[in-house]
């Protein structure tokens, strides 16, 4: 197995162009703006609410636990944001002193970074990456935490066993000279479980944002349940109980670095555009299979993800999908993209040129996506599940 501790292609802050450094900075201004952003947004204007309260009132809301929960939220916060910097200082090569051992330096360093920012017209960090940020404090529940794994079974789990099932002549110690896609990878968890299957995996990801935690949680773990964060902590509406909102979740639930693989195993992770990356000619005719879960839908136009995976899966090799349809593109002004229904993207699939195989099909299939499993309002996808293969003969 490729020691995922030392792989150079998943460290996110080599950087091939000046766009890619660039995008990276504004990420890793969210990371470092959180506390201020979130206690701003989150904390001062809800007690600065209370303050403007009539007497009576404010001293019916003391009564109720509100001003310890919020001022019991701060404290979680600032707990969110020492381990953000531990995860953003371990990516950084050197680029960032160390808040534990340097602090007087990473202070230095910080006032400097902003001031740069504001100097070049940019704002302390973009809401919509704030927002980001929150949802990938969740992606950490999901991926790598005990509470998270229903979810993954829901979810990962039909993948895995449509995986096994399809290279089910394969003894387990031999399967790692089946080579598996997964593009999308999130955090990481999915391609890591598809090694653990004995499969040589190879994860793929696009987004800063999962490039910098899976990195964390895949190469800087030392023991399980090592780091507690408070995901849920900058939710306020549907809760149940101030329990519920401020709870720790432990991650990670497995430690990567221990786990038992075949011999014969491989785990990567690849940073960039899925297209770009595999449409290349050393990835052409690579693949035995293409694993791929809530990723579909990312596509500005999805006849490029489906040309991307011809080109880099094998003749005979297989294509195993689960997820909504949810575009991501749709109504994004300025963007292209293509929406389709779902008997229009299973036609689609067909037109391609790959084979469905229509016993495999499943539909409504009810899942969530980084849900707060105690929250009183959830979201749940009708996913549907596709199994298509390449055949052999594609001229």
């Known amino acids: 197995m490729e020691d995922i501790s030392n792989s150079a292609e998943h460290n ?32 001062y204007r809800r007690l600065h609410s209370i303050d403007e ?3 009576r009132h404010r001293e019916i ?21 020492r381990f953000l910097l531990d995860l953003v200082h ?36 973009a809401d919509h990456h704030m927002e980001k940020l929150y949802s990938t404090l969740k992606q950490f529940v999901r991926d790598w935490s005990v509470e998270g794994q229903e979810e993954r079974d829901l979810t990962y789990g039909p993948l895995l066993d449509a995986l096994e099932s399809e290279f089910s002549d394969v003894a387990p110690e031999a399967r790692g000279k089946i080579h598996v896609l997964v593009p999308g990878a999130g955090l990481g968890r999915l391609s890591f479980e598809v090694c653990c299957r004995g499969f ?21 773990s030392e023991s399980t349940n090592q780091y507690t964060i408070y995901p849920f902590v900058h939710q306020f509406s549907n809760v149940v109980s101030a329990k519920d ?10 430690l990567p670095s221990s786990m038992s693989y075949s011999t014969t195993a491989e785990f990567s992770m690849t940073a960039g555009d899925f297209i770009e990356v595999y449409g290349s000619e050393r990835e052409r005719e690579k693949w035995d299979a293409v694993v791929t879960c809530f990723f579909m839908d990312t596509a500005k136009n999805v006849l ?22 949810l575009w991501h593109f749709d109504n994004v002004a300025g963007e292209q ?51 298509a293969r390449k055949p052999y003969n594609n001229k």
């Not at 929960?69 to 707990?79: G, M, P, Q, T, V």
């Not at 490029?304 to 349809?325: E, S």
Request: proline content about 6%.
């Open 200 to 220: 040589s995996s190879q994860g793929n990801e696009f987004s800063y944002f999962m490039l910098l935690a899976s990195n964390f949680i895949l190469n800087k």
């Open 245 to 254: 909102q401020l709870r720790p979740v432990s991650i990670p639930d497995v």
């Open 61 to 81: 809301v003391a009564s109720l636990g509100m001003i310890d929960k919020i001022k019991s939220a701060e404290n979680l916060i600032r707990e969110n944001y």
């Open 12 to 43: 996110p802050f080599v950087d091939e162009s000046e766009e890619e450094s660039n995008a990276l900075t504004d990420v890793t201004a969210a990371f470092l703006h959180y506390k201020t952003y979130t206690l701003n947004s989150g904390i």
């Open 90 to 125: 371990s990516s950084a090569a050197g680029a960032m002193p160390s808040p534990n051992e340097s602090p007087d330096e990473f202070k230095a360093w910080f006032k400097q970074f902003f001031s740069a920012r504001e100097s070049a017209g940019n704002p302390p960090a």
């Open 304 to 325: 490029d993800y489906l040309d991307t995976m011809w080109h880099a899966m094998k003749p005979g090799a297989v294509w195993i999908n689960l997820g909504p349809l």
């Open 53 to 55: 309260l009539s007497e």
């Open 337 to 387: 993209s293509i929406e389709l229904t779902r008997d229009e993207f299973v036609d689609l699939v067909s037109k391609v040129g790959f084979v469905l195989d229509s016993g495999l099909f499943k539909e409504k299939i009810p899942v969530s996506y980084t849900a707060n499993s105690r929250s009183m309002l959830q979201y749940t996808y009708s996913t549907f599940m596709c199994v």
